[in-house]
């Protein structure tokens, strides 16, 4: 496979080279100086007027001497001032010892001071050329590190502009579609785009052309990366991966660059794939905020250049991953960038299964495990949270110390990843417990009673994550679409909780345990008004919440009659809720309080156990909605 060029690296290694240079001649100047000055700090007999021992002693016998020293095998002779004797005088490897040639006399006479020394050792030398050195070392090594530091920073500035796309070729492993599990349509969709990048002439004889761009659109977790590697594997091609927000830089410009440094590569290892994950980084909506200066919109119209300047036969592919499609600009959209969109759902119960048997394969598990089960109740999870539950549950096993991973397993693992783990340390009272059973039970009564909620599956006074107990509802299939009596039983059955308070402990007795049930009310009815058309008055309207002036401040859509018009709408459904709670609560009572005194005895209660509790429970015809 051809790699890219790189024009610029005998440059680099030329200014490598000069640096190299550069401390050479430095160290030698140090050593240089090193040899001169240890020539001299040598001693000054060395360059002193030698004389014999017989001229010495006469020079001593004339008083003409002041001292004489004797380091080893050395004489070193100061005269007397007043004299025309040299400064110095030295006679090396005398022959005699002092008590010879007269030496004795001349001690005794006391004509000449004799001094005997030690002879000076090598490392008082080395000592005194280490002082000098060290220092010299240490600021050629300061200045060798600066302009280290220099021609570094010159190189990251050098490679500003370049692409930090990551490159998957053959020599990593390949991804397939066998490794996707689930998402049959998005691959049909994709299988096409590798039959052309394997089978270019056949769509070429029929006059197609290849599509520019694809872009994957889905929640998160749902597979995208996963699905566009899939596509490189199957195809066999060089495969460009980079984040959007990757090509953003503090520097203007440098966005672009590395946009034009990607397309290059990608063509000069054509057919490829360039896949840009989170591409509503660089690609959102201009608005008349915006301007050629800014960085973001160079990066984006860099990218519309590239697309647009596409050949059939680059053999380059464009594949772009986000969960925010309202966010991209429409420019590149439209026909001719980005061709193909493919949507990558949410599984449904039977990929999710298909991708739990995927995650569970290698993994020791009992032969009771009901992979089935798990897939039903884990409705609403995408691909990334079926891994991590088939993850926890591994864990949970290893901690618990089993050799293979059971249904108690499986189901602590889906609780932990759902919720949170349980906090066992969290220390109750009795009377928190009690409120906490009957506000379970609250929730657990009215969604059993109201014919369309989805049936209780688990009720449980065991702290989770942030909540002092939950209560489970799972519906019996997947469904794409809810009408309007399942979302007002929604409704009720979250202030069952708090209508359980009040009815057994009083006004004066409601807590804050209700806090995060008020606001899924309060939301959910605001979603029912404004976006699903669901109110009483405004029927069959919506309402963008979340419109962008041309000052770039979000602003309501609509007037402040209509504003009125909408909080009304979501009080009425909020009093109807709580009244058809609390019919429900009223009427089954005696319910109630066998559920929240099973719930204070045993702490978890299952699907089966809360059906026996409240299978006598009855509808009021006051509650009823249709």
């Known amino acids: 496979m051809p790699q890219p060029n790189h024009p610029k690296q005998p440059e680099k290694k030329n200014r490598v080279g000069s640096a190299m240079r550069m401390a050479a001649f430095w160290i030698l100047i140090v050593i240089l100086g090193l040899t001169a000055l240890a020539s001299f700090s040598t001693p000054a007999a060395d360059a002193a007027e030698e004389k014999d021992l017989t001229e010495i002693l006469a020079f001593a016998r004339d008083e003409k001497l002041e001292e004489i020293i004797v380091r080893g095998n050395e004489l070193i002779v100061t005269p007397r001032e007043g004299t025309d004797l040299p400064r110095m005088i030295s006679m090396k ?47 050629i090594g300061f200045f060798v590190y600066m302009m280290r530091q220099a021609q570094s920073m010159n190189n990251q500035s050098m490679g500003f502009g370049k692409s930090k796309a990551r490159l998957y070729g053959n020599d990593k492993k390949k991804i397939t579609f066998k490794d996707v ?92 794939i360039i896949f840009i994950d989170e591409i509503d980084a660089v690609a959102h909506k201009r608005d008349a905020r915006g301007g050629s200066g800014r960085e973001d919109e160079q990066t984006l119209n860099q990218i519309l250049v590239e697309m ?46 298909e991708i739990l048997q995927l995650h569970f394969k290698g993994k020791p598990v009992d032969e009771n495990v009901d992979l089935k089960a798990l897939a039903a109740k884990t409705a609403g999870s995408s691909g990334a949270d079926l891994a991590n539950i088939a993850n926890e549950a591994a ?7 089993h050799k293979t991973i059971s249904n108690a397993d499986l189901t602590e693992a889906f609780e932990r990843v759902a919720i949170g783990p349980e906090r066992k340390s969290k220390v109750m009272t009795d009377e928190e417990r009690k409120i906490t059973a009957y506000h379970e039970a609250g929730h657990a009564v009215v969604g059993h009673v109201l014919p369309d909620s989805d049936p209780v599956h688990k009720v449980t006074i065991i702290p989770r994550g942030h909540t002092g107990g939950v209560t489970w509802f799972l519906p019996e299939e997947d469904r794409s679409y809810k009408n309007i009596y399942e979302l007002k039983d929604v409704l009720a059955r979250a202030m069952g909780g708090r209508m359980a308070e009040k009815i057994i402990f009083g006004d004066d007795g409601i ?19 404004t976006e699903e058309g669901m109110g009483g008055r405004t029927r069959n309207q919506v309402f963008n919440t979340s419109e962008v002036n041309f000052f770039g401040d979000r602003a309501k859509a609509y007037s402040e009659k209509t504003s009125e018009v909408i909080d009304t709408e979501i009080e009425t459904l909020t009093r109807e809720s709580t009244k058809r709670a609390e019919l429900v609560l009223k009427v089954n009572q005696k319910y109630l309080d066998e559920l929240a005194a099973a719930l204070l005895e045993k702490e978890t209660l299952e699907e089966k156990e809360v059906r026996d509790i409240l299978k006598g429970t009855t509808l009021p015809p006051t509650a009823k909605l249709h």
């Open 93 to 139: 490897d005398p022959s005699s010892s002092l008590n010879e040639q007269g030496f004795a006399s001349i001690i005794e006479d006391g004509q000449v001071r004799i001094r005997i020394e030690e002879p000076s050792s090598i490392w008082d030398n080395v000592f005194d050329i280490a002082l000098i050195l060290v220092p010299t070392i240490l600021i």
């Open 181 to 272: 599990a689930g998402n049959e349509a998005a691959k049909q969709d994709l299988t096409e785009i590798v039959d052309f990048l394997k089978k270019p002439k056949k769509y070429e004889a029929l006059g197609a052309k290849i599509p520019r761009g694809v872009l994957l659109a889905g929640d998160p977790g749902t597979g995208k990366t996963l699905m566009a590697r899939a596509v490189a594997g199957e195809a066999g091609v060089p495969f460009f991966s980079i984040s959007g927000s990757e090509f953003a830089e503090m520097f203007v410009g440098v966005g672009a660059s590395r946009v034009r440094d990607l397309f290059n590569k990608a063509k000069k290892n054509s057919p490829s």
């Open 308 to 353: 647009d300047g596409f050949d059939n036969e680059t053999g380059v592919i464009v594949m772009a991953a986000t969960n925010r499609v309202d966010m991209l600009d429409k420019a590149l959209l439209r026909p001719g960038r980005f061709d193909r969109h493919v949507n990558v759902v949410l599984p449904e119960r039977k990929d999710r299964l």
């Open 395 to 401: 864990i949970t096993a290893a901690r618990e110390g």
């Open 511 to 529: 807590t804050t345990g209700a806090s995060s049930d008020l606001k899924h009310v309060s939301q959910l009815a605001r979603e029912m008004v």
